[in-house]
């Protein structure tokens, strides 16, 4: 069992940055692929970023490519979303989730994951 928490989210400009994090529980997180969510009001919850157990291997969405940055801290058990150049559109409710890694590329798809937090929300002001 893994327990995630995030943290950093808030109201920021358009065109400013915010970096998101989540604190993982157990010794375990290391061998986890490790992937961020979004849920904007009216929308499903779409994919983000993932990453796999090393960091070695990432991905992004189209809509955040070139934008956002994904990466982990294993030694402090700490999955990062660096969001840069934000827009309106990336407003949402922001959600780290975890899943045992099963192979070198990290899985990305929403139902692969059976870890999640709580959410942090993220408001973009035009």
Avoid: H
């Amino acid at each position: 069992q893994v327990q995630l928490v995030e943290s950093g989210g808030g109201l920021e400009q358009a065109g400013g940055s915010l970096r998101l994090s989540c604190v993982a529980s157990g010794r375990t997180f290391s061998t986890y692929d490790m992937g961020w969510f979004r849920q904007a009001p009216g929308k499903e919850r779409e994919t983000v970023a993932a990453i796999n157990w090393s960091g070695d291997y990432t991905y992004y969405a189209d809509s955040v490519t070139g934008r956002f940055t994904i990466s982990r801290d294993n030694a402090k058990l700490t999955l990062y979303l660096q969001m840069n150049n934000l827009k309106p559109e990336d407003t949402a409710v922001y959600y780290c989730a975890a899943r045992p890694s099963v192979a070198a590329r990290p899985r990305t798809r929403e139902y692969e994951y059976m870890y999640w937090g709580q959410g942090t929300q993220v408001t973009v002001s035009s």
